[in-house]
Structures are given as C-alpha cells and as structure tokens.
C-alpha cells in the first residue's frame, strides 16, 4: 500500500471510530448505561447494511427493522426473567436469525443481531429502565434508515445492491433444499442453512439456561464464544476456535502486564480507546478477539482486579470452544467438501 493510499485509510479509518464513538455515547446519555450495548450492535448493523440500499422500500424495510428490533428486546425481556421459558424463547429466536439472515450463506447480519439478543439477555433490566431500552431499539431502527439515505443518496449507484433485508438465494442449486409438509403445505427448507440454525439456537440456548440459571455473572462468555464459533460448514469452527482461544490469551495476557505498571485509571482508560480504535484495523480475526479481549477485560479490571477478571474469561473461552467444536462435530455437521466446495 503506497503512501497515499495508507493515509486515506487511516483517515477514513478514523472518521469512521469517530462516528462510532459519537452514537455510542449518543445512545449512552440519552438511554443510559445500561442501553449502551444497544448503541454498539446498531453500529454494527449500520456497518453490515452498507452493501444494501433500504432506500427503494424505506416504509417497509424501516417497518421490518424496527419489528426485528422490538421482538428481540421483548423476547429477551421474557428469557432473562424466566430461565425455563427462556430455553424455548432462546432457541426459536437464535434459530430464525440463524435460518433467515444467513440466505447469501455468510453470517454478516447474524452477528449484530445475534449478539443484540444476547447482550439484553445478559443484561436484563426493568421497569423504565426497560422502557427506555424499547426507546433505544427504536431509535436505533431509525438511525440505520437515516444512515441508508445518507449512504444512498446518490441514485446513480454503479453497484447494483439489495433492496431489502432478509431475502432468498435464487442462484442456489435445488440439491441444498428439501420440501417438508408444514402444516399442509410443502415448504422447501436450505439443509445447510437449517442445520447451522437448529445448531447455533440449541447450543445457545442450552448454554445461556445454564449461565442464568446457576447466576454465572461471566457465563456470558461461554455464551458469546459458542455464538461466534458455531458456523455453517464445521471447518470454519475450527479455524476460528484456535484464533479465538489464541486472541483471548494474548488479550488477558496484553491487560495484566499492562495493568501490573500502569495504575492511572486516566491511563488505562485510554488503553481500552486505543484498542477500540486499532480494532477497526484489524483483519485477521486472532487481532479482532486480542483487541475484543482487551476492550471487554479492561474496564472490568480497573475495578475488580485483572488477573482474576482475565483467568474467568479464558476459562469461559476454552469451555465455550470446547462445546462448540463438540456441536460443530456431532451436531447436523455440514462440511464444505460434501457440497463441492473445497
């Protein structure tokens, strides 16, 4: 990368974590701490959607965000106060993000409304508090569509882009579908899509009752970990497993030598800025997790001791890995190479 090209990445690097930041402490001072994940995972989604343009169908695709926004909020407000209720609410709705936004056969909307789940759930709250995290989501709802009209407001796009947000591969062969009798009619189901779905929901769901239900205050990572290592095809999960396990270590490790010499909180907060900030840079998803590891450990730590806080995430970490590449294995396993693919 020449000089110029290196520093027009760095700028529009930087402008971009500097947005980031502003809607991040947005949300924060109007909706609280306690909401400010939701300002996180809008981030994300608003980053995911840039390759589509909502702008064709604003009512509907806004109608459809803000439904996907408020039926996760409510869900999750129903699972984290009920842990039996909760394994059935948890797996029909990580089941249904995992079938429907996985269509182009990638997981770039599962993740940010996969995880927009899960932060509510681990992080229940009540009364107006939860009020206000319904306000969030809406807000949030609004912020994508108004970030949709600003990205597309050049109609004379040379780049052809989706026009909505779920939607359905028509280029797929038939051999990856099945039809099923679903209450009288034949419904035709992607098998690959299916499997990943019934596996990323069980999982999970199994996962999250037990971190509810036994009051694991860091079990949230075990969940997290599984979230991210459960794929579509079962040589993905191992790749990812290494490197997560491997940027979780380094991360923890990165925190309590750093910690051991800096005891400034002004200065160990900076640490967690400049991670979130290097993070945007990153690539490679061992530098994506050392960076994660990091900007969660943290902030943890400047209260409650690092080295304590770290040893409970890479012990969640290793467990949640485990369990995911058991699934990954056993579980409705799907390989690239049984589909022509390698």
């Not at 290196?6 to 109007?30: A, G, H």
């Not at 996985?102 to 789940?117: F, R, V």
């Not at 991360?251 to 991670?275: D, T």
Request: proline fraction near 2%; aromatic fraction near 12%.
């Amino acid at each position: 990368m020449d000089k110029a090209s290196l520093k027009k990445n760095i700028i529009s690097k930087t402008v971009l974590f500097l947005i980031i930041m502003i809607l991040v402490v947005m949300f924060n001072l109007l909706f609280g701490e306690d909401n400010t994940l939701v300002g996180v995972t809008t981030v994300i989604t608003i980053l995911m959607l840039l390759g589509k343009d909502l702008t064709q169908n604003p009512v509907k695709n806004f109608l459809i965000l803000l439904g996907i926004n408020l039926a996760l909020g409510i869900s999750s407000f129903i699972a984290a106060n009920n842990v039996w209720v909760g394994i059935i609410i948890d797996f029909s709705v990580l089941s249904l993000i995992g079938y429907y936004f996985s269509y182009a056969m990638t997981k770039g909307l599962i993740l940010p409304y996969g995880l927009q789940y899960l932060f509510m759930l681990n992080s229940p709250v009540d009364g107006h508090i939860f009020v206000k995290r319904i306000y969030a989501l809406i807000f949030g709802a609004i912020i994508i569509m108004i970030s949709q009209f600003i990205v597309n407001a050049k109609k004379n796009n040379v780049f052809k882009k989706e026009n909505s947000i779920i939607g359905f591969n028509k280029d797929e062969i038939d051999s990856v579908y099945k039809e099923y009798a679903l209450f009288g009619k034949k419904v035709k189901i992607h098998t690959i899509r299916a499997s990943y779905a019934i596996r990323v929901g069980l999982l999970t769901a199994i996962t999250s009752f037990i971190a509810l239900y036994f009051k694991l205050p860091e079990g949230r990572w075990m969940i997290y970990t599984i979230f991210s290592l459960t794929e579509l095809y079962s040589e993905n999960c191992k790749i990812r497993a290494w490197k997560r396990l491997q940027g979780t270590i380094i991360g923890s490790a990165v925190v309590i030598v750093a910690f051991m010499f800096i005891k400034n909180p002004a200065l160990r907060g900076l640490i967690i800025l400049i991670a979130g900030y290097l993070s945007s840079f990153a690539s490679d998803y061992r530098d994506v997790m050392i960076l994660a590891t990091i900007s969660a450990i943290a902030p943890l730590a400047i209260t409650n001791g690092s080295v304590y806080i770290a040893l409970k995430r890479i012990m969640y970490v290793i467990i949640g890995t485990i369990l995911a590449l058991l699934a990954n294995r056993f579980i409705l396993r799907k390989s690239q190479k049984e589909h022509g693919l390698q």
